[in-house]
């Protein structure tokens, strides 16, 4: 894909959301990388519900490590693989409180030393709690730079490094929200909606979704009588005439 051609991209998808950011519900740094942790294999609908429950009761690496594995499973059931993840998440409250003093590391090292932190979620909080141009790749970034070729590759981490590459310095802060948000909802596995998307002319992926074509709606009953037989009122008038004719008929007038 030409330079040009992403540029474009990028500009058309800032001025449709100019200031984009992720739909899971936090109101602190950690509480974001609680959700970005959660959300693995999962939806954000599912973290957000859990995390309501949660964050009220327990919201700091010190309450959550209180909780326990046991005590915090009833929080996050709603969320794939609860059994595992909460496991990880006191293990990483543990690694918070011993190794950086509750607070969370800015070095990617770190971030990813921690229980059931990868590369994925490292980046989105070195990116929105830290500033970083990182770019996270998830199932919906990889399919849609794939598909438009925006940053073809084979695995996540190619997608993502050739991302970070190609992406125009002033987009790079803000392309993963704007990526994972068009896949989310336009550009989806099944059926993308490319005759609304608004960088159609762009994308370069050969089977976009044709328009539908304008369907013909079957007439009703009404519609289908006066077809046939004209308008009721014409239809009556004609009966009284025909009446009319073979009531003359029989008198002979």
Request: glycine share 8%; aromatic share 4%.
């Amino acid at each position: 894909m030409h330079a040009a051609t992403r540029t474009a991209i990028y500009r058309r998808l800032r001025a449709a959301n100019p200031a984009p950011t992720t739909e899971l519900e936090h109101h602190s740094p950690f509480e974001l990388l609680v959700a970005v942790m959660l959300s693995a294999h999962t939806t954000d609908k599912s973290v957000n519900a859990a995390t309501r429950i949660l964050f009220p009761v327990a919201n700091t690496p010190e309450a959550i490590l209180a909780l326990g594995v046991e005590g915090l499973k009833p929080y996050i059931r709603s969320v794939g693989l609860y059994n595992t993840k909460s496991q990880n998440l006191i293990g990483l409250c543990r690694q918070l409180i011993e190794r950086h003093g509750g607070r969370l590391p800015g070095d990617r090292a770190s971030l990813e030393a921690l229980p059931g932190v990868g590369r994925k979620t490292a980046n989105i909080i070195l990116n929105m709690v830290f500033g970083q141009t990182q770019i996270a790749v998830d199932t919906h970034i990889f399919r849609v730079a794939n598909r438009t070729g925006l940053a073809p590759g084979r695995t996540p981490r190619t997608v993502e490094d050739s991302l970070v590459a190609n992406t125009p310095a002033e987009f790079r802060k803000d392309a993963h929200h704007w990526l994972i948000l068009h896949g989310r909802y336009v550009c989806t596995a099944r059926k993308p909606a490319c005759p609304s998307c608004i960088i159609r002319d762009l994308c370069e992926y050969r089977h976009k979704t044709p328009a539908k074509k304008p369907t013909r709606r079957k007439p009703g009953r009404l519609a289908r009588v006066i077809r046939a037989h004209g308008t009721p009122a014409r239809t009556e008038r004609g009966r009284r005439r025909r009446a009319g004719a073979t009531s003359s008929a029989r008198t002979g007038r």
